[in-house]
């Protein structure tokens, strides 16, 4: 079995670790590209949302490179993103491929879903086996989002330009390499430390939330690699949507079935939104106002057009605006996006954020 499945930003390493150690053969889809999205844009409805066109230019590439076993996540919800594998497997066939396609279903159950799938992977895998596999892979998950939450506060203030992004890359290819819990966390703890000794000038930065449809938050390619062209412009981002803050409230908090309200998005969006609408939208609409409440300087909204349930948030956000007097910027991406376009409005907005924070403190 030589298993593939989609990219999204850097979940692809500690995913590949997971079955790996499960005993899968995984064969990475090369890298988002123009071909892939060409790919997966040539194939697909054209009205579907981008990550249904980018995830299919995925499937193709890896089957091209001899993947047999497609390891896709669905579950019913209020958007697209439960139908993507049926639809995905359908059109791959009508295109001559032959494979098996493995889903696993991420709305409830997750961690007994992954276990099995991974039981299913390797027939031969015992519980505990397939529970050190997981466990592989979660510690992995929370050491890259660790790494990357670091990046994000030290890149928009170092004094050399790029030095964090290197050694934050040169983390993530040792990381590549490592094949155990406590080889995780040592490179994630010497990583770390890098991060931390890198020469960084006192200044105040700016810092902005960034939120919108999981997908385009996390899969640089879509965005241009919106996170380091603000932090070049000064900008610490803060994301609210890693995927180990998904993973821990899927596997464990969900299943006590103890949910607090107090303070959190849903609780914070209930003046403008008081129902779930899908992807993430009620959380957009929530963190844009605990944003508001905690003074950051701006927000910006990041979706795939035809999105759904980001196009409901969008039109709450300019009431918020509005009310709490917090700039945001809405980007809407499909596939004729482009990174000058996009460094334009970019620009535009952190030039107009630094002037309303300037005149605040009275500068
Ligand atoms: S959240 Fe939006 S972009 Fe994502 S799958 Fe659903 S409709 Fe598509």
């Keep these: ?64 490179q ?60 015992s519980w505990l086996q397939a529970g050190q596999a997981f466990r592989l892979g979660y510690t992995a998950l929370q050491a890259v989002d660790m790494l990357e939450k670091e990046l994000h506060r030290v890149r928009p203030r170092e004094k050399e330009k790029q030095a964090a992004s290197r050694i934050f890359q040169s983390v993530m290819d040792r990381l590549q390499r490592v094949k155990t819990i406590p ?47 603000l932090a070049e412009m000064g900008v610490e981002v803060s994301k609210f949507l890693y995927p180990s803050d998904w993973a821990s409230f899927n596997f464990f908090i969900k299943a006590l079935k103890v949910f607090p309200e107090h303070g959190t998005a849903a609780a914070a969006a209930k003046p403008y939104l008081n129902y779930a609408v899908g992807g993430e939208g009620l959380k957009t609409v929530g963190q844009t106002v605990l944003c508001a409440q905690q003074d950051y300087d701006g927000v910006i909204q990041l979706y795939p057009f035809t999105c759904m349930p980001e196009i409901v948030a969008r039109h709450m956000l300019p009431r918020i605006q509005e009310d709490l007097q917090i700039p945001i910027l809405t980007l809407g991406v499909d596939e004729h996006t482009g990174a000058a376009g996009l460094q334009t409005r970019l620009e535009a907005f952190v030039d107009m954020v630094s002037r309303r924070k300037a005149a605040k403190c009275g500068k």
């Design 1 to 64: 079995m030589k298993l593939t499945f989609p990219h999204l930003g850097n979940v692809g390493l500690p995913l590949r670790m997971m079955l790996e150690q499960a005993g899968a053969e995984v064969v990475m889809p090369p890298p988002n590209s123009k071909r892939t999205l060409s790919l997966g844009t040539k194939y697909a409805p054209e009205s579907v949302c981008l990550p249904f066109k980018l995830t299919l230019g995925n499937f193709i590439e890896a089957l091209e």
């Design 66 to 125: 001899g993947a047999d076993t497609i390891f896709m996540a669905n579950g019913p919800g209020r958007c697209r993103f439960g139908f993507y594998g049926e639809v995905q497997q359908r059109i791959l066939r009508e295109l001559g491929y032959q494979f098996t396609m493995l889903q696993v279903n991420t709305s409830e159950h997750v961690l007994q879903n992954i276990l099995r799938a991974l039981r299913t992977i390797s027939p031969g895998l």
């Design 183 to 229: 080889e995780i966390r040592a490179v994630r703890d010497c990583g770390l430390q890098q991060l931390r000794r890198v020469p960084v000038n006192e200044t105040p930065v700016l810092k902005i939330g960034i939120l919108g449809e999981i997908y385009v938050v996390l899969e640089p390619f879509v965005t241009a690699d919106i996170e380091r062209r």
